[in-house]
């Protein structure tokens, strides 16, 4: 028989065997789970470098952007003023703000009249004429005034010079006097505040743009401009001094301001926007009249 010694030997030993199996079962889970986040650690940087690479941490896609308003219009109330008409109103973000946009006014006294707006420095106003022109607003209107300033009055449907669209809108381009030139009478080579060839907005009151433009056909020089200008003629310049060479006769408030004939716009339409620089403001261009 084995001695008490010897089983105590056997029985010390095979409890160390436990032990040193326990450790290498420990240190082989270790390395496992150490292994393991290693590869997680690696396949994340990958994600985390393709992510970054394609601009998922941008704080905003320029494509999201939000688009700010161009223009503002102000409702105006058509049951106050029978002469405004509701045709809607242009849209007020995404509008063109660079180049022109060409005007083509058809009437009975010839033409056509072209004239080319200046979308950097007028874009509401140029909005407001094509919104208008889509809808038909101008077909078949009256010019209803021939001004004393020299210039053609246009684009109300009311021939009252009340009349426009169910909106209005700011001033953009309103000319400024130099501070040294306080009199009507421009300083010698400084040029007129209207060139011949300038259309603008008019309006009653003043900043409250609606419909109405006015065609210049003579240089005009104010202290105190309220035309707001928007761009200017290209073609048939000739129609509009022949127009403003009619006689006139009392408009029904005591001017004689209204055309004895009839100047009637026989349609009006505003192209697409061309980019590039906007047209000089001086010289503008004159075509051979059609009638």
Same mark, same amino acid.
């Given at each position: 028989?084995?001695?008490? !010694?010897? !089983?105590?030997?056997?029985? &010390?030993?095979?409890?160390? *065997?436990?032990?040193?199996?326990? %450790?290498?079962?420990?240190? !082989?889970?270790?390395?496992?789970?150490?292994?393991?986040?290693?590869?997680?650690?690696? +396949?994340?940087?990958?994600?985390?470098?393709?992510?970054?690479?394609?601009?998922?941490?941008?704080?905003?896609?320029?494509?999201?952007?939000?688009?700010?308003?161009?223009?503002?219009?102000?409702?105006?109330?058509?049951?106050?003023?029978?002469?405004?008409? *509701?045709?809607?109103? #242009?849209?007020?973000?995404?509008?063109?703000?660079?180049?022109? %946009?060409?005007?083509?006014?058809?009437?009975?006294?010839?033409?056509?009249?072209?004239?080319?707006?200046?979308?950097?420095?007028?874009?509401?106003?140029?909005?407001? @004429?094509?919104? +208008?022109?889509?809808?038909?607003?101008?077909?078949?209107?009256?010019?209803?005034?021939?001004? /004393? *300033?020299?210039?053609?009055?246009?684009? *109300?449907?009311?021939?009252?010079?009340?009349?426009?669209?169910?909106?209005?809108?700011?001033?953009?381009?309103?000319?400024?006097?130099?501070?040294?030139?306080?009199? /009507?009478?421009?300083? #010698?080579?400084?040029?007129?505040?209207?060139?011949?060839?300038?259309? &603008?907005?008019?309006?009653?009151? #003043?900043?409250?743009?609606?419909?109405?433009?006015? @065609?210049?056909? $003579?240089?005009?020089?104010?202290?105190?401009?309220?035309?707001?200008? @928007?761009?200017?003629?290209?073609?048939?310049?000739?129609?509009?001094? $022949? @127009?403003?060479? +009619?006689?006139?006769?009392?408009?029904?408030?005591? /001017?004689?301001?209204?055309?004895?004939?009839?100047?009637?716009?026989?349609?009006?339409?505003?192209?697409?926007?061309?980019?590039?620089?906007?047209? #000089? &403001?001086? &010289?503008?261009?004159?075509?051979?009249?059609?009638?």
């Amino acid at each position: 028989m084995a001695s008490s !010694r010897d !089983r105590q030997r056997k029985l &010390a030993r095979a409890k160390l *065997d436990r032990q040193l199996a326990r %450790r290498a079962a420990a240190t !082989r889970r270790r390395r496992q789970i150490q292994a393991g986040v290693g590869v997680f650690l690696v +396949l994340a940087l990958v994600v985390a470098g393709s992510a970054w690479a394609l601009g998922a941490f941008d704080s905003e896609p320029k494509q999201n952007a939000a688009v700010e308003e161009t223009c503002v219009w102000t409702p105006q109330d058509a049951a106050v003023n029978t002469n405004l008409k *509701d045709v809607g109103t #242009p849209e007020t973000k995404g509008l063109p703000t660079e180049g022109t %946009r060409t005007m083509t006014v058809t009437t009975n006294q010839g033409g056509p009249i072209t004239a080319e707006l200046n979308l950097a420095t007028s874009p509401c106003a140029a909005a407001s @004429i094509a919104h +208008l022109a889509s809808r038909s607003f101008y077909d078949n209107t009256q010019c209803h005034e021939i001004t /004393a *300033d020299g210039a053609l009055r246009c684009g *109300d449907p009311s021939g009252s010079g009340l009349g426009g669209p169910s909106y209005s809108f700011y001033d953009e381009d309103l000319p400024t006097v130099p501070s040294a030139s306080p009199s /009507a009478s421009p300083a #010698p080579g400084q040029p007129p505040t209207y060139p011949k060839g300038t259309v &603008a907005m008019i309006s009653n009151p #003043p900043g409250s743009n609606g419909s109405q433009f006015l @065609i210049f056909f $003579k240089d005009f020089t104010t202290a105190d401009p309220k035309y707001p200008v @928007i761009g200017k003629v290209t073609g048939g310049l000739d129609v509009v001094e $022949k @127009i403003g060479a +009619l006689p006139t006769v009392e408009n029904g408030t005591g /001017a004689k301001v209204r055309p004895k004939s009839d100047v009637v716009i026989q349609s009006l339409t505003v192209g697409e926007p061309v980019t590039g620089a906007a047209p #000089p &403001a001086s &010289a503008p261009a004159s075509s051979p009249s059609a009638g």
